[in-house]
């Protein structure tokens, strides 16, 4: 049984580029989470999606990132026009439907704007 | 909002000693996980804690919830050099925020052989 996957594992990109994170959750997982761990600091909580919905959004900048989950296919965290402060590991995490469920985490996209 | 500290911050052990690694919440905790981070790697999930008081082993790895669940400490007996890593709690401290995980800052484990 996989786990958790994410592509590309390692990602550069000069400013002003766009970054696509891909994110498959495991098997029979219907929820997908995105995370942030900036250089330095915690672990921060960006979107929770189900399929074809964003349930909370909370944690992502107004500008330049967005998510999806479609039906079909990989969850897509998409930052636009990436500036050397988005440099930083992103993590995605899947788990069963439920708010109690345990999340299971991807081994991350490292990005890095120079 | 609901904050996580962790105590202590890094931490170097020689091989076969016991440790505690602690996490505190500001607010009642809704579900308590503890996680282990590699450097450069994702997270791998130890244990999920719930209810007060509630405690939880695997192998060599004990954690605890208190009864208030606002603490919960993470033991590892006779550590050994795959101990090493970055240890995460997270925590969903509102009833109502669904998935969402706050984490605490992390605890480094280094252990000596």
């Known amino acids: 049984n996989a786990g958790v996957m994410q592509n590309p594992r390692h990602l550069v990109r000069r400013r002003g580029q766009e970054a696509r994170l891909r994110c498959s959750p495991m098997k029979g997982h219907s929820h997908v989470y995105w995370y942030r761990q900036l250089p330095e600091e915690g672990l921060k909580f960006m979107v929770y999606?189900?399929?074809?919905?964003?349930?909370?959004e909370s944690g992502m900048p107004k500008e330049r990132f967005s998510a999806e989950f479609p039906k079909e296919g990989p969850s897509i965290l998409r930052i636009q026009q990436v500036v050397r402060g988005d440099s930083a590991a992103y993590f995605c995490?899947?788990?069963?439907?439920?708010?109690?469920?345990?999340?299971?985490f991807g081994p991350g996209t490292r990005l890095l704007v120079l | 909002s609901q904050e996580l500290e962790q105590s202590p911050q890094s931490l170097i052990v020689q091989e076969g000693k016991n440790l505690t690694i602690n996490c505190t919440s500001s607010?009642?905790?809704?579900?308590l996980y503890w996680y282990k981070q590699k450097y450069g790697e994702g997270l791998i999930f130890l244990m999920m804690?719930?209810?007060?008081?509630e405690e939880k082993s695997h192998e060599k790895i004990t954690a605890k919830l208190d009864e208030k669940k606002q603490q919960s400490s993470l033991h590892i007996t006779a550590s050994q050099p795959s101990h090493a890593g970055i240890y995460l709690c997270?925590?969903?401290?509102?009833?109502?925020?669904?998935?969402?995980?706050?984490f605490g800052q992390g605890t480094e484990l280094s252990v000596k052989p």
């Open positions: 607010k009642t905790l809704y579900g």
């Open positions: 997270g925590a969903k401290g509102d009833y109502n925020q669904g998935g969402k995980l706050i």
């Open positions: 995490a899947s788990s069963h439907p439920g708010g109690r469920e345990t999340q299971y």
């Open positions: 999606l189900q399929k074809e919905n964003i349930i909370d």
């Open positions: 804690l719930q209810k007060g008081g």
